[in-house]
Each structure stands twice: as C-alpha cells, then as structure tokens.
C-alpha cells in the first residue's frame, strides 16, 4: 500500500455558497464541480490547486457526519485523502497493521471514486481517507 498522491484535502464549511465565493474571488481558483451525495448527508465543491483538489464539504442534515463535526469542533479542515491504486487492498493492508477503520470496504464517494476511511484515533488525530477508480 502506498499513496499516489494527495487526493484532495475535506474542509467543513457551513455554508457552501459562502465559501465558494471566497475561494473563487480571493484566492481565484475555479469550482469546476458541485455534488450532493446523499447517503453521506453533504453537498461538495471542488477546486483544483495544482494537481490536488480541495473539497469544499456542507452538510444537508445536522446529523450527517459534516453537521456533527461543525458542531463539535467548528467549520475547518476535516479530512485528509490519499489516492490508492486499490481501495479495497489499501484498507485490507490497513486493518491488518492495526489501523481502526470506519469502512472495512469501500463505498461511493464524490466524483464516482471508491472511498473508505480511517478511524482518526488510529490515524494520529487526522481523519485519512483512501480513495480511488477501485
């Protein structure tokens, strides 16, 4: 198992219009994409800034994962994803050296790709996603 690259970092923002805008206006990056995944509770929006992509992620419930992070800890930076040429093998590899997982396999994610997560108490403190085509 080893990452490719940086997939994308996740940032918590609660209001996703808002935060386009600074994204757009301040920094000049362009949202190329907006996505709702409904089974995950969050509407997206990306950004590319060289090869790797920001997430822009708000919550459409106060009980998805982004609405309980927001109010836990407030709108920032929530997850870090790495890019793997197999999902379901990098998660495999994972939980077999110790690794706490919140997905034993892979589910739908943005942008069509495979995702899965680790437990950030596994992960020193950082929540790590793996993601990719499989």
């Given amino acids: ?3 490719t690259h940086i997939e994308h970092i996740g940032i918590a923002v609660t209001n996703l219009e808002e935060a386009t805008k600074y994204y ?3 920094l000049g990056l362009e949202c190329y994409a907006v996505e709702e995944v409904a089974d995950q509770k969050v509407k997206t929006a990306f950004f590319m800034v060289g090869e790797t992509k920001i997430e822009l992620l708000e919550s459409t419930s106060a009980d998805g994962p982004i609405g309980k992070f927001i109010e836990k800890k407030g709108a920032g930076i929530h997850h870090i994803a790495f890019a793997m040429d197999n999902v379901t ?10 690794v706490r997982l919140i997905d034993k396999t ?8 495979k995702i899965g997560f680790l437990h950030p108490k596994s992960t ?8 990719g085509k499989k």
Avoid: H, I, N
């Fill in 1 to 3: 198992m080893k990452p």
């Fill in 89 to 98: 093998d990098a998660l495999k590899e994972a939980g077999e050296k110790g």
């Fill in 24 to 26: 757009e206006e301040v």
């Fill in 106 to 113: 892979p589910r739908s994610g943005a942008e069509g790709l």
């Fill in 124 to 131: 020193l403190g950082v929540l790590t996603e793996f993601c």
